[in-house]
């Protein structure tokens, strides 16, 4: 079984949305043993839909829409698959009489363009949405395939995926996908593709790498079954055994789910001193849960003044070689260990941009502070502002968990 995708939405093609949507789709037609080659974003014009429904149904069994099924003049997507499919379209009494007291229970005026969500091409089956009242539906054409029409809002669609959706697609695919992801930092993407080159060019099982913010990720995948899973686990093998030392995970872990957790092996703990990043790395800190058992806090310390005050930092240090120094990171690191009371102090101070002095814009000295030794790093980021803040965050959670492993 083959699927495309068609993403509908003028607001995915302008830039204004970002189409997470048919990214989760793709994930799950490859956990359903569905094959997923092509995907198209269009507009909300029902001619140019039209079109790229027709090219669909010409190269895949299975055409899966997502957006456009709202009671608006722009929301088409049902009509157009009525217009290629032939079939006419049928309002759902049933349907406009639960809309109708649906709207009344919010206590809001019914007008007649919500009826429009009512609207099932002939020998169509909705596919219930418990979250909106804009329903999804499928409409089976000659042998296995047919249209299925969803939702666009994420909170609508995500939960009719994992749901509905996954309940009317489940045994129409092949042999699922098994995947393994294996999560590195401190390496480049070329890097790393280059130690493992027949690895790359072979088919069973699949081995791809994915360039991350701050990390590369190598994707090996095969059939879920017992020889699939069997190839996965040898190349899984073979890798680590000559990149392990920049592994820090796999599938979902994220880097600071392994520190923690390490942090928390040992019974020590984490403060931060944060300057150009401005709070970014206790931000991903405490995106995990139960964070504070292990990541007692830390200081943003943006202006000189505050970094002599709350981390100690001596004002002849800020005097002499500056606030963007190896001996100020040092003294960063080490007046959040000592004042915070941790095992472990991380600081972050640079010129993140767009003012910095001549030759020193995306400098950044990243520091650690621990029971035996304080150091610190320079790195040079490239990039804008944003980016060079994100690097920062990255290479010092990197230094962080290569210091504690």
Not at 82 to 101: K, N
Not at 184 to 212: H, I
Not at 246 to 268: K, M, N, S
Request: proline share 5%; aromatic share 6%; net charge negative.
């Amino acid at each position: 079984m083959h699927a495309e995708i068609i993403s509908v939405g003028t607001e995915l093609l302008l830039g204004d949305t970002v189409d997470t949507n048919a990214a989760a789709l793709g994930q799950r037609l490859a956990e359903w043993g569905i094959h997923h080659r092509h995907r198209q974003t269009v507009g909300d014009h029902q001619g140019r839909l039209v079109e790229a429904l027709h090219l669909a149904q010409s190269r895949a069994e299975m055409v899966i829409t997502i957006g456009g099924l709202g009671p608006t003049e722009d929301d088409l997507t049902r009509y157009a698959i009525a217009e290629v499919l032939g079939r006419p379209m049928v309002r759902d009494e049933a349907v406009v009489r639960r809309l109708q007291a649906f709207f009344r229970s919010r206590g809001v005026a019914w007008v007649e363009l919500n009826g429009r969500q009512a609207d099932l091409p002939e020998g169509g089956e909705w596919v219930a949405n418990a979250n909106g009242t804009a329903l999804g539906f499928w409409v089976p054409t000659e042998g296995c395939g047919g249209v299925l029409a969803l939702p666009g809002p994420p909170n609508e669609f995500l939960p009719m995926l994992d749901g509905p959706v996954r309940e009317l697609l489940r045994g129409r695919g092949g042999v699922p996908l098994y995947r393994r992801t294996l999560r590195f930092v401190g390496v480049g993407e070329s890097l790393l593709a280059a130690q493992f080159p027949k690895l790359m060019d072979g088919e069973r099982p699949t081995v791809a790498p994915y360039a991350k913010p701050g990390e590369v990720h190598l994707r090996i995948a095969d059939a879920d079954d017992e020889a699939g899973r069997e190839r996965v686990r040898q190349v899984e093998q073979l890798i680590r055994a000559k990149a392990g030392e920049h592994c820090y995970g796999a599938d979902e872990e994220t880097l600071p789910e392994v520190i923690l957790a390490l942090l928390r092996r040992e019974r020590q703990t984490l403060a931060v001193a944060e300057s150009c990043t401005g709070g970014g790395i206790g931000a991903r800190l405490t995106e995990v849960p139960g964070a504070s058992d292990a990541f007692v806090g830390g200081v943003i310390s943006y202006t000189e003044a505050v970094k002599h005050a709350h981390l100690g930092v001596p004002e002849a240090v800020l005097e002499g070689p500056g606030a963007v120094s190896h001996e100020c990171a040092v003294a960063m690191a080490q007046g959040a260990r000592e004042r915070l009371g941790a095992t472990w102090g991380l600081s972050v101070t640079g010129y993140a941009g767009p003012d910095a002095p001549e030759g020193r814009l995306g400098e950044v000295w990243i520091a650690l502070a621990g029971p035996d030794r304080a150091e610190a790093v320079r790195f040079a980021f490239r990039g804008d502002r944003r980016t060079v803040r994100l690097r920062a965050v990255s290479q010092a959670l990197t230094s962080l968990w290569q210091a504690l492993r």
